[in-house]
């Protein structure tokens, strides 16, 4: 089957019920998807998928022609940063960092639904990823800071 | 470090996670004046961003599960489905038949020469099962998806035995042996630890309490399940492990398989999180290493989720029964404390009274603790271990004790203060609770006295009153004062405190190397891991400090046995103030002789030349030259320094402090606490970074408030199964859970502690933070709480238990 990645097509031929996190880190060597719990629990292997946030480890790769798959990768052309991904790093929303690709696209796929979303709104896109570390009131700031909202550093 | 200038290596005694180890330490040739508060620093103390951070938000950060070789193998642990007993037969027949299936090894396959290998309390693939999860063999495959297969293949005859799951059914009388040698509990048990005359200080009590306090098993959780990647060139074995400790992996890799620690590598890049579950080699890394070598493959093995839940350690339960006796005035006459540990199936003693002695001011304390061995896997380390179970029941049953005496519970901690180790009769370091009680108080807004609970009562407590509010809540009242009970409100408001010791101190032996480039750019070597802490990012600004160097131009190369000198598991709190001295000590001397080659080089005298932001600068107003000028006339000389960590200075207790204030809502209806806000103020001596200082203290907090309200491994009594190793039926805070957070450290630097002025901060902010949570909900509620985590079922039981005795 052909499978778009970032821009890219990629012809693959994955198992009948191989998972999108696996065929991405197996197959296509883009380790930037994480699997944490691959069941569905954690959102370590969150993509976007035509835009909108999907946990990998239970998405069918057979399932994904004509989708357009947006990795950890792809976000910003190589060398560069998206603007999500700058401000994780301005306030520090990293500790270990295993959970951060998916903290930063679900947190991009936020803001290309609600532009400016508030406290619950925040609150609500993000619970499906889960940091061990404490990250989140670095990530809530970063998600404020890139939607224009006021944010003391 | 002034003493036994005379000797090179000499005895010194550390303490790491609250037990003491001693060390032989070679003592330094150099010595450190410390840097003192009043010193000009440029780059310590400043939040430099994370140097790791672009990698991680870029995805390119290479995690244990993401390195990958040419004909790669994926392992996978067969475990054993009963909590006791014995496996009589394991047939692999059916998984050699899984296409794809390359290699499987059982106990019977293992190396017979030397000791048994031991991983997890247990040894290695024994047949002999003594909990749920425990490992018997390990296929490996061509895929991921075939060596699952292979594993869910194998088919496996029990003999079940008799087990005990909680150290309540250990304990009893006529349970069954839980391990296969020695009894159900530990051989130093019951440990008594006492000072003064506990009995005739509960004597002179004008107050006494006394409760049960329950803490759970809680899970580490890392978001990077534990993992190696095992590849052998010749008789050259690569161990790719994400640990807390490269070195410990590689001393216990090299012994289970009888080969030099030479010939053994470890290395740790980036990992997912620790929290203390990975201080060791484990099954998996001992599997991956002897299938690696039998199929002649580089083989990984990374556990599942289901595995990571149920066989990677945990926070010991604990049940601990608290005595305090108190004067009228506040002041604690006697702490008794009876506790038993549910160790599982092993582990090291993490003691849960240890604080009872350290807290708070007593000259009469009396504690007994058991550690009790059960058919459950076993206990590790976890962030705070000990301190954190013991300071639940310690800093409740002193909200008891102010509940009793109606008195302000941070006065009464101010009442007990305890300026100096009680213990070992010797003064702190440096850190003062007080200030951080008063600072937090100061914060939060913490304000008993006045317009809370000011309604006078008969028997003088004004605790548990209506407190002024402008929101649809209220309090319940004491139980016998009905004639004051305020009107019933669904949503209870509450509000609490807790404090917290922990020994951070670290010590040797630890080295560092810093080399100076051609072109300028610095390297800084040393053998710690950076778990997310931020290890990489302190170092380079230790470095750049110390070098006057500008700390983009230096790159910190940690996790690398072969690569980088030795230094600790980064456990304890220890990393900071371990390797930190030892990375200035090494940069000082590169900063030496750099100085002197460029006093050759200008002819100008190295006394007056001082170094800063990447620049030489004379100080007689000859123009400032950039260090790769001079370091690229040296060509390949490369100017180099070496540091290693000097001995702890005799006759303190090295700790941090700290105290934590909670606001909570209550739903009396559906049980459910939401945590409003909780204001952190610690003392961890120098902050050498305040933008990851934050974020570290937030991480134990939050931490500390799932231990608080979610986080409970619940094992089947009856079938000795856990039955909730996931994320979804274990739950860790989200995004969703998280209050208002004001977290900060006292701007304070400990000289005595070490050169740099630095204690450890990865676990103080975990310690506090369920008792100060718990306190809230006894305000809010107008009744003890006793067990964690505070689920709506234990709220609802509390509540409906108050309102029947009303």
Same mark, same amino acid.
Request: charged residues 20%; proline residues 6%.
């Given at each position: 089957m052909?499978?778009l990645?970032?821009g890219?097509?990629?012809?693959?031929?994955p198992?009948?019920?191989?998972?999108?996190a696996?065929t991405?880190?197996?197959?296509?060597?883009?380790t930037?998807?994480?699997?944490?719990?691959a069941?569905?629990?954690?959102?370590s292997?969150?993509?976007?998928?035509?835009?909108?946030?999907v946990?990998?480890?239970l998405?069918?790769?057979n399932a994904c022609?004509?989708?357009a798959?947006t990795?950890?990768?792809?976000l910003?052309a190589p060398?560069a940063?998206h603007?999500m991904q700058?401000a994780?790093?301005?306030?520090?929303?990293v500790q270990?960092g295993f959970c951060?690709p998916?903290?930063?696209?679900?947190?991009v796929?936020?803001l290309s639904?609600?532009?400016?979303?508030?406290?619950?709104?925040?609150?609500?896109?993000?619970?499906g990823?889960?940091c061990?570390c404490g990250?989140?009131?670095?990530?809530t700031?970063a998600?404020r800071?890139?939607s224009?909202?006021d944010?003391?550093p | 470090?002034t003493t036994e200038r005379t000797?090179r290596?000499?005895?010194?005694?550390?303490? +790491? @996670?609250?037990?003491?180890?001693?060390?032989v330490?070679?003592?330094?040739d150099r010595?450190?004046?410390?840097w003192?508060?009043?010193?000009?620093?440029?780059?310590?103390?400043?939040?430099v961003?994370? +140097?790791?951070a672009p990698?991680?938000?870029?995805g /390119?950060?290479v995690?244990?599960s993401?390195?990958?070789?040419?004909?790669l193998l994926?392992?996978?642990l067969?475990r054993?489905?009963?909590p006791?007993?014995r496996a009589?037969r394991?047939?692999?027949?059916p998984?050699?038949a899984?296409?794809?299936f390359?290699?499987?090894?059982?106990?019977?396959?293992?190396?017979?020469?030397?000791k048994?290998?031991?991983a997890?309390g247990v040894?290695?693939?024994?047949p002999?099962i003594?909990y749920?999860g425990?490992?018997l063999?390990?296929?490996?495959?061509d895929?991921m998806?075939a060596?699952r297969?292979?594993a869910?293949?194998?088919?496996?005859?029990?003999e079940?035995?008799p087990?005990a799951a909680?150290?309540a059914r250990?304990t009893?009388?006529?349970?069954?042996?839980v391990?296969?040698?020695?009894?159900?509990?530990?051989r130093?048990?019951?440990m008594?630890?006492?000072r003064?005359?506990?009995?005739q200080?509960?004597?002179?009590a004008d107050?006494v309490?006394r409760?049960?306090?329950?803490t759970?098993?809680?899970?580490?959780s890392a978001?990077?399940p534990?993992g190696?990647?095992?590849?052998w060139?010749g008789d050259q074995?690569t161990?790719?492990?994400?640990?807390?400790g490269?070195f410990?992996v590689?001393?216990?890799?090299?012994?289970a398989l009888?080969i030099?620690?030479?010939?053994?590598r470890v290395?740790?890049?980036?990992m997912?999180?620790?929290f203390g $579950?990975?201080?060791?080699?484990?099954?998996?890394?001992?599997?991956?290493?002897i299938?690696?070598r039998r199929?002649?493959?580089? *083989?990984r093995c990374?556990?599942?989720?289901?595995a990571?839940?149920?066989d990677?350690?945990?926070?010991?339960?604990?049940t601990?029964d608290v005595?305090l006796?108190?004067?009228r005035?506040?002041?604690?006459?006697?702490i008794?404390v009876?506790?038993?540990?549910?160790?599982?199936? /092993?582990?090291w003693e993490? /003691?849960v009274t240890?604080?009872?002695?350290?807290?708070?001011a007593?000259?009469?304390?009396?504690?007994?603790?058991t550690f009790?061995?059960t058919n459950t896997?076993a206990?590790a380390a976890f962030?705070?271990p000990?301190?954190?179970?013991?300071?639940?029941?310690?800093?409740r049953s002193?909200?008891e004790?102010?509940?009793?005496?109606?008195m302000?519970?941070l006065e009464?901690r101010?009442?007990?203060?305890a300026d100096?180790d009680?213990?070992?009769?010797?003064?702190?370091?440096? =850190?003062?609770?007080?200030r951080?009680l008063e600072?937090?108080a100061?914060?939060f807004?913490w304000n008993?006295?006045s317009?809370w609970?000011?309604t006078p009562i008969?028997?003088?407590?004004?605790?548990g009153q209506t407190r002024i509010?402008t929101e649809e809540?209220?309090?319940?009242p004491?139980p016998?004062? /009905?004639?004051?009970?305020p009107?019933?409100?669904?949503?209870?408001?509450?509000?609490?405190?807790?404090?917290?010791v922990?020994?951070? =101190?670290?010590?040797?032996?630890?080295y560092?190397t810093v080399?100076?480039?051609?072109? =300028?750019?610095i390297?800084?070597?040393?053998?710690?891991?950076?778990?997310?802490t931020g290890a990489?990012?302190i170092f380079a600004q230790?470095a750049a @400090?110390?070098l006057g160097?500008?700390?983009e131009d230096?790159?910190v190369?940690l996790?690398d046995?072969?690569r980088?000198p030795?230094a600790?598991n980064?456990?304890g709190?220890?990393?900071?103030?371990? *390797?930190?001295? $030892?990375?200035?000590?090494?940069?000082?001397?590169?900063?030496?002789?750099?100085?002197?080659?460029?006093s050759e080089i200008?002819?100008?005298?190295?006394e007056c030349?001082t170094i800063?932001? =990447?620049?030489?600068i004379p100080s007689?107003?000859?123009p400032?030259?950039?260090?790769?000028?001079?370091t690229r006339k040296?060509?390949?000389?490369t100017?180099?320094g070496n540091?290693s960590?000097?001995p702890n200075?005799?006759?303190?207790?090295?700790?941090?402090f700290?105290?934590?204030?909670?606001?909570v809502?209550v739903?009396?209806?559906t049980g459910v606490? #939401?945590v409003?806000?909780?204001t952190?103020?610690h003392?961890?001596g120098?902050?050498?970074n305040?933008l990851?200082?934050r974020?570290?203290?937030?991480g134990g907090?939050?931490?500390?408030l799932?231990?608080a309200l979610?986080?409970?491994?619940?094992?089947d @009594?009856?079938?000795?199964l856990p039955?909730?190793a996931g994320?979804?039926?274990?739950?860790?805070?989200?995004?969703?859970?998280?209050?208002?957070?004001d977290?900060s450290?006292?701007d304070?630097?400990?000289?005595?502690?070490?050169p740099?002025?630095?204690r450890?901060?990865?676990e103080?902010p975990?310690?506090?933070?369920?008792?100060?949570?718990?306190?809230?909900?006894?305000?809010?509620?107008?009744v003890?709480v006793y067990?964690i985590?505070?689920?709506?079922? #234990?709220?609802?039981a509390?509540? @409906?238990?108050s309102q029947?005795?009303?």
């Amino acid at each position: 089957m052909e499978l778009l990645v970032n821009g890219q097509r990629h012809e693959v031929t994955p198992d009948a019920i191989e998972s999108l996190a696996d065929t991405l880190r197996e197959r296509l060597h883009l380790t930037g998807t994480k699997v944490s719990c691959a069941r569905g629990e954690c959102g370590s292997c969150t993509v976007l998928a035509d835009g909108r946030v999907v946990y990998s480890c239970l998405t069918i790769t057979n399932a994904c022609a004509g989708v357009a798959i947006t990795t950890i990768e792809g976000l910003a052309a190589p060398g560069a940063l998206h603007p999500m991904q700058r401000a994780f790093i301005d306030h520090d929303a990293v500790q270990c960092g295993f959970c951060t690709p998916g903290q930063v696209l679900a947190a991009v796929a936020l803001l290309s639904e609600i532009p400016v979303p508030d406290e619950s709104q925040i609150r609500r896109a993000m619970s499906g990823n889960l940091c061990r570390c404490g990250t989140y009131p670095r990530i809530t700031q970063a998600i404020r800071a890139v939607s224009g909202q006021d944010t003391a550093p | 470090m002034t003493t036994e200038r005379t000797r090179r290596f000499i005895a010194t005694t550390i303490e +790491v @996670e609250g037990r003491e180890e001693t060390k032989v330490v070679e003592i330094p040739d150099r010595t450190l004046s410390p840097w003192t508060a009043d010193q000009q620093l440029n780059v310590v103390g400043k939040p430099v961003r994370r +140097v790791d951070a672009p990698e991680k938000v870029t995805g /390119s950060a290479v995690y244990t599960s993401d390195r990958t070789a040419r004909g790669l193998l994926h392992a996978v642990l067969v475990r054993s489905t009963i909590p006791h007993g014995r496996a009589v037969r394991i047939d692999l027949e059916p998984a050699r038949a899984v296409r794809g299936f390359v290699d499987a090894i059982v106990f019977d396959d293992l190396p017979k020469d030397g000791k048994p290998i031991r991983a997890g309390g247990v040894r290695f693939l024994d047949p002999g099962i003594s909990y749920a999860g425990h490992p018997l063999a390990c296929v490996c495959a061509d895929s991921m998806r075939a060596a699952r297969a292979a594993a869910h293949a194998v088919r496996i005859e029990y003999e079940p035995a008799p087990f005990a799951a909680t150290a309540a059914r250990a304990t009893e009388p006529g349970a069954p042996p839980v391990r296969p040698k020695g009894g159900n509990i530990s051989r130093s048990s019951p440990m008594v630890c006492a000072r003064g005359d506990a009995d005739q200080g509960l004597a002179e009590a004008d107050v006494v309490i006394r409760g049960q306090y329950r803490t759970p098993s809680a899970l580490h959780s890392a978001m990077e399940p534990h993992g190696a990647v095992c590849e052998w060139h010749g008789d050259q074995l690569t161990v790719y492990e994400g640990t807390q400790g490269i070195f410990a992996v590689r001393d216990e890799v090299a012994t289970a398989l009888g080969i030099p620690r030479s010939r053994v590598r470890v290395v740790m890049d980036h990992m997912g999180g620790g929290f203390g $579950a990975k201080n060791h080699a484990a099954a998996h890394t001992y599997a991956a290493a002897i299938l690696a070598r039998r199929t002649g493959r580089p *083989v990984r093995c990374v556990l599942e989720r289901a595995a990571e839940q149920s066989d990677t350690g945990h926070r010991a339960p604990s049940t601990i029964d608290v005595t305090l006796g108190a004067k009228r005035d506040g002041r604690l006459t006697a702490i008794l404390v009876e506790a038993v540990v549910d160790q599982g199936i /092993s582990g090291w003693e993490a /003691s849960v009274t240890k604080i009872f002695h350290e807290l708070y001011a007593c000259p009469n304390v009396r504690t007994t603790e058991t550690f009790a061995y059960t058919n459950t896997h076993a206990m590790a380390a976890f962030r705070g271990p000990g301190h954190t179970e013991g300071a639940f029941a310690l800093e409740r049953s002193m909200d008891e004790l102010a509940r009793d005496l109606g008195m302000d519970p941070l006065e009464l901690r101010l009442r007990n203060y305890a300026d100096h180790d009680q213990e070992k009769s010797r003064p702190w370091s440096g =850190g003062d609770l007080r200030r951080c009680l008063e600072e937090g108080a100061r914060r939060f807004g913490w304000n008993w006295g006045s317009n809370w609970g000011q309604t006078p009562i008969s028997n003088g407590s004004n605790w548990g009153q209506t407190r002024i509010s402008t929101e649809e809540t209220s309090h319940t009242p004491q139980p016998g004062n /009905s004639a004051l009970t305020p009107i019933p409100a669904r949503i209870r408001r509450g509000f609490g405190l807790a404090a917290q010791v922990w020994p951070a =101190g670290g010590g040797p032996p630890a080295y560092a190397t810093v080399r100076i480039h051609a072109d =300028g750019s610095i390297d800084v070597l040393t053998g710690t891991q950076d778990l997310g802490t931020g290890a990489r990012t302190i170092f380079a600004q230790v470095a750049a @400090e110390a070098l006057g160097a500008r700390v983009e131009d230096v790159r910190v190369v940690l996790g690398d046995t072969e690569r980088t000198p030795f230094a600790p598991n980064s456990w304890g709190s220890m990393t900071t103030p371990s *390797v930190a001295p $030892a990375v200035r000590m090494a940069a000082e001397e590169a900063h030496e002789r750099l100085l002197e080659a460029a006093s050759e080089i200008t002819g100008i005298a190295p006394e007056c030349l001082t170094i800063r932001d =990447g620049m030489i600068i004379p100080s007689a107003g000859a123009p400032a030259v950039p260090i790769a000028e001079i370091t690229r006339k040296l060509g390949e000389v490369t100017i180099t320094g070496n540091g290693s960590r000097g001995p702890n200075e005799r006759g303190v207790g090295l700790m941090t402090f700290g105290a934590q204030f909670a606001e909570v809502e209550v739903d009396t209806w559906t049980g459910v606490v #939401r945590v409003i806000r909780l204001t952190a103020v610690h003392d961890v001596g120098r902050v050498i970074n305040p933008l990851l200082a934050r974020s570290q203290l937030e991480g134990g907090i939050i931490q500390g408030l799932g231990f608080a309200l979610f986080e409970e491994r619940v094992i089947d @009594e009856r079938l000795g199964l856990p039955l909730n190793a996931g994320l979804h039926d274990y739950k860790v805070p989200t995004m969703a859970d998280i209050p208002e957070i004001d977290a900060s450290c006292l701007d304070t630097v400990d000289t005595v502690a070490n050169p740099v002025g630095a204690r450890g901060l990865a676990e103080p902010p975990i310690i506090p933070t369920a008792p100060a949570i718990a306190n809230a909900v006894a305000d809010a509620l107008g009744v003890a709480v006793y067990e964690i985590p505070l689920t709506p079922w #234990r709220i609802l039981a509390a509540f @409906e238990g108050s309102q029947t005795i009303n």
